[in-house]
């Protein structure tokens, strides 16, 4: 499988930006799926955006036109760009990655299919 180490949060005002950093231990052009989830204080862990191989993205509709994921298979980097943040967007952020060939477009990414995930990252947004 394959460990992965997240980093890049912190505390920021609202309508800021933060990148968050997602480094694996194995190239992550032999990861089939990568995603970014989070989960805050209270609520359900939700899926945020994941990436294939070929680089196609799927987003949630609440983070759409503010977060951007993508990655760097030189750096074996996944990122998490995220703009325009807001109060809501607070949360411990993860990342997680699947190595086995499925990673679906048509929906959020699944828990289920991630084998193996990061330490996770705290975004905290403040008004």
């Known amino acids: 499988q394959v460990q992965l180490v997240s980093s890049g949060g912190g505390s920021v005002q609202s309508g800021g930006s933060l990148k968050l950093s997602c480094e694996a231990s194995?190239?992550?052009?032999?990861?089939?799926?990568m995603a970014w989830f989070r989960q805050a204080p209270g609520e359900e862990r939700e899926a945020v955006a994941h990436?294939?191989?070929?680089?196609?993205?799927k987003y949630a509709d609440s983070v759409q036109g503010r977060f951007t994921i993508s990655k760097d298979n030189t750096k074996n980097t996944l990122y998490l760009q995220m703009t325009s943040l807001k109060p809501e967007d607070t949360a411990e952020y993860y990342c997680?990655?699947?190595?086995?060939?499925?990673?679906?477009?048509?929906?959020?990414?699944?828990?289920?299919?991630?084998?193996?995930w990061g330490q996770g990252t705290q975004v905290t947004v403040v008004s």
């Open positions: 194995r190239s992550t052009d032999t990861i089939h799926c």
């Open positions: 990436i294939d191989s070929n680089n196609r993205t």
């Open positions: 997680a990655a699947r190595i086995a060939a499925l990673c679906p477009m048509y929906s959020l990414a699944i828990e289920a299919r991630f084998p193996n």
